[in-house]
């Protein structure tokens, strides 16, 4: 079970579009629609912002997207906020009742 | 409002067992609706997830980690506790519990974390 991969960084400028990719194989995120999205700001709990690919929790911006195609799920953030400066992690079902994680991306925001 | 508050020595010896528990508020853990679990982040690495009790009594955990860990609940005190034993440098971590909501027409988690604590690091080392 080998952690979902994601670039280690990501920068935008405010107001820009960024995207983050959590590549992994078709034994996880290719296999399921589980994927779901975190944001962790150092010193707080993470945030679900994403879950079955591509829904939002309730109180989260609409700013905040997901997508997958094939073994590859990507998170969008339009329009960006200092706020969003984060780490970002991705995770998907891996069959077994067990969860994978992605290795997590640090959004800068320039 | 849901929090969930981990708590526990924040330094254990190689070898021994590292013991932690999360309180629950604002929900119950024997209302059956939701897992709970425990994740781990080493420093500069991702996140790990290392394990789900449900409140009859199931439990599924990270093959990687299985001989080690048992996760168990105090209905009386609404907290859930995670046990991992032997342990070494390598599960030093921010470890973090976190509520996975349940399928309501299949024994099943949904597979993702809608409430989680802020984390609390625990260092192995003698």
């Known amino acids: 079970q080998s952690a979902l991969t994601q670039p280690a960084s990501v920068s935008g400028s405010p107001g820009q579009s960024i995207a983050i990719s959590c590549t992994g194989t078709s034994s996880d995120v290719g296999g399921y629609n589980y994927v779901s999205w975190y944001q962790n700001h150092p010193g707080r709990a993470p945030k679900l912002i994403i879950y079955d690919v591509d829904s939002r929790p309730s109180g989260v911006s609409n700013r905040f997207s997901g997508s997958k195609s094939g073994n590859t799920a990507s998170l969008s953030i339009s329009g960006l906020q200092a706020e969003d400066e984060a780490d970002y992690y991705c995770s998907s079902y891996a069959g077994s009742s067990t969860v994978v994680f992605g290795e997590g991306t640090k959004l800068t925001v320039l | 409002q849901v929090q969930l508050q981990e708590s526990g020595p924040g330094l254990v010896k190689p070898s021994q067992t590292l013991s932690l528990t999360c309180t629950v508020s604002?929900?119950?853990?024997?209302?059956?609706?939701?897992?709970w679990s425990w994740i781990r982040q080493p420093a500069g690495k991702g996140l790990e997830w290392i394990g789900r009790?449900?409140?009859?009594?199931?439990?599924n955990y990270n093959s990687s980690l299985k001989s080690r860990v048992t996760i168990s609940v105090d209905r009386s005190k609404n907290q859930f506790s995670l046990k991992l034993s032997s342990v070494t440098a390598a599960d030093t971590a921010v470890y973090y519990c976190?509520?996975?909501?349940?399928?309501?027409?299949?024994?099943?988690?949904?597979?993702?974390?809608?409430?989680w604590g802020r984390g609390t690091l625990v260092t192995v080392s003698s």
């Open positions: 976190a509520r996975e909501p349940r399928r309501t027409f299949a024994a099943a988690s949904k597979y993702y974390f809608d409430y």
């Open positions: 604002g929900d119950s853990i024997a209302s059956g609706s939701y897992y």
């Open positions: 009790f449900y409140i009859i009594g199931d439990t």
